[in-house]
C-alpha cells in the first residue's frame, strides 16, 4: 500500500482484507478471507518527530494463505470386437465373449477409481463395440490398464493377443480441473477373431448289379 500519514501519537489498528474477482471463481484457488489486523504505534521521540515505535508495531508480516485444489475427472475404455467370416456365416456370438478391466502392474496405486462393474460382454452377433463404465481420476499422472479377452466358441480362432494394454494421461489445466489428454481412440482397443471351417469327408459307395437275359 502506499504510505499512512500520521500526525498525531497514537494507536492506530488497521484491517486488510482479501477478495477476488468474479473471472477467477474457477481457478481452483480457494483465497484467505480471514481479515488480518495490522498495529501501528506513533511516538513523539522527544525531539520534535512523530516516529513508529517498531518494537510496538505489527504491520511488516502481514500474511495471506491460499489453497489450490483442483476437481477430478473421467474417461471411459472402449473395446471393439471383429470377425472375420471369410465368406462362411457362422452362428451368433452375441455376448459369448467377456472382456475384463484392470489396472496393470505399472499403474500407479492411487489417484483413480475403478468402475463397480469390471466386465462386459460383446454386444452384436458378429462382435460390436461396448464401453467400461467410466474410470474416476483424482490425480495428475500416467495410468495404465489391460483389458482380456476369455470365451471359446466353436470354429472361431480367438485374438493371438487376448491382453490389451491401455494408458491414460491425467494432467491439470491449470484452472482448477484435471483432464485427461489421451484422445479417444487411443482408450479403445480392438479383438479380432476369426470364423474358418474345418474339412469333411464323406465316402461314395456304389451298388452293382448284373441281370442275366434267359435264352442267350
Known amino acids: 500500500f502506499d504510505a499512512i500519514k500520521f500526525t498525531k501519537p497514537n494507536t492506530y489498528t488497521f484491517t486488510i482484507t482479501e477478495s477476488r474477482s468474479s473471472e477467477g471463481e474457477d481457478d481452483g484457488i480457494t483465497v484467505d478471507t480471514t481479515p488480518k489486523t495490522v498495529t501501528i504505534v506513533v511516538v513523539d521521540n522527544g525531539a520534535g518527530n512523530l516516529v513508529v515505535d517498531e518494537q510496538k508495531s505489527d504491520y511488516k508480516n502481514t500474511q495471506f494463505t491460499n489453497y489450490y485444489n483442483f476437481t477430478g475427472t473421467q474417461a471411459t ?22 472382456f475384463t478391466l484392470a489396472a496393470a502392474a505399472d499403474c500407479p496405486k492411487d489417484g483413480y477409481q475403478l468402475p463397480a462393474t469390471l466386465t462386459v460382454t460383446n454386444p452384436d452377433a458378429d462382435g460390436g463395440k461396448t464401453s467400461f463404465d467410466p474410470i474416476t481420476f483424482s490425480k495428475v499422472g500416467t495410468y495404465t490398464f489391460t483389458v482380456t479377452e476369455s470365451g471359446t466358441v466353436g470354429g472361431i480362432t480367438n485374438d493371438s493377443d487376448d491382453v490389451k494394454t491401455v494408458t491414460i494421461k491425467v494432467e491439470d489445466n491449470g484452472n482448477g480441473k484435471l483432464v485427461v489428454t489421451t484422445a479417444e481412440t487411443a482408450r479403445t482397443v480392438s479383438f479380432i477373431n476369426s470364423y474358418d471351417v474345418g474339412e469333411t469327408s464323406a465316402k461314395l459307395y456304389v451298388k452293382k448289379e448284373m441281370s442275366v437275359l434267359s435264352g442267350e
Open 77 to 98: 475404455i472402449s473395446v471393439e470386437k471383429f470377425l472375420e467370416k471369410y465368406g462362411y456365416e457362422p452362428d451368433s456370438i452375441k455376448d459369448a465373449f467377456t
